[in-house]
């Protein structure tokens, strides 16, 4: 007996997430408000940003004691292009923008700066330093 197959199920893009290549450039890269950065010598950045606990493992360390009351930070020192990047984050520029300063600057080829970039962005975002603003936000927010 022959099976029919199964199509395999897509994944589906949450609301706001760019689905094409296109759409992720023309995003705007936005700072969480609750890092600080401070520079240090050599012109390098540090980012202290608050550490979040998923709620059952903190349950489970309060109850061991393990667990003090302060909250829990963690720090990140950047290298000079990620300082650089880091920088060029202000909430109007677009991730394409980025990438083009980027291989002005460092006279790198087009798809160098690219993956270095939304490499960089991508584990930023991960840590939740960062989030991505679509430009269609940025129309509602005008026209409202």
């Not at 540090?46 to 003090?68: D, H």
């Not at 909250?71 to 083009?100: A, C, F, N």
């Amino acid at each position: 007996m022959i099976w029919p197959r199964r199509k395999k199920l897509q994944k589906r893009h949450l609301k706001g997430e760019p689905s094409t290549r296109t759409e992720a450039f023309a995003c705007c890269p936005v700072k969480n408000r609750e890092v600080l950065e401070e520079e240090v010598e050599g012109g390098a950045v540090v980012l202290t940003y608050p550490l979040v606990i998923r709620p059952w493992l903190a349950a489970v360390a309060e109850r061991l004691g393990l667990r003090s009351r302060e909250p829990l930070t963690r720090r990140l020192q950047l290298d000079e292009m990620g300082s650089l990047t880091w920088s060029l984050l202000d909430g109007k520029r677009t991730v394409k923008d980025v990438v083009d300063f980027l291989c002005r600057r460092y006279k790198l080829n087009r798809r160098e700066a690219e993956v270095a970039t939304t490499g960089f962005l991508r584990e930023l975002g991960k840590r939740g330093l960062v989030g991505l603003r679509s430009p269609h936000e940025d129309n509602r927010e005008k026209s409202t």
